[in-house]
Nanobody, 125 residues
């Protein structure tokens, strides 16, 4: 079973930066598209698409609310995907989830096959 472990979350102030990491195991990483989603505390039933990256890293996709501020990247040699978050805002406060699927479209549609457990990001004003 695919295992995804997020790290790098924490408490920061508005305007700060943070980098999340997701270490993947039990899969052939270079065969998978990877992505990030988030779930805000007031939206218990909704996971918002944040970003996705193709298996090769040649294409990236972003949710409208993070475009220009967040950057997704991957290191296939380390089986790790990253989310660099700049200019953080209080509304970015959420649990951030890493996700994996062999099809990039599944990530963009919010239906990836595998999920991590999440890491909390809190942005104070």
């Amino acid at each position: 079973q695919v295992q995804l472990v997020e790290s790098g979350g924490g408490l920061v102030q508005a305007g700060d930066s943070l980098r999340l990491s997701c270490a993947a195991s039990r899969l052939t990483f270079s065969n998978y598209a990877m992505g990030w989603f988030r779930q805000a505390p007031e939206k218990e039933r909704e996971r918002e698409f944040v970003a996705a990256i193709t298996w090769s890293g040649d294409m990236t996709y972003y949710g409208d609310s993070v475009k220009g501020r967040f950057t997704i990247s991957r290191d296939n040699a380390k089986n790790t995907v990253y989310l660099q978050m700049n200019s953080l805002k209080p509304e970015d406060t959420a649990v951030y989830y890493c996700a994996a699927d062999k099809a990039t479209v599944a990530l963009r549609l919010g239906t990836p096959a595998d999920w991590g457990q999440g890491t909390q990001v809190t942005v104070s004003s």
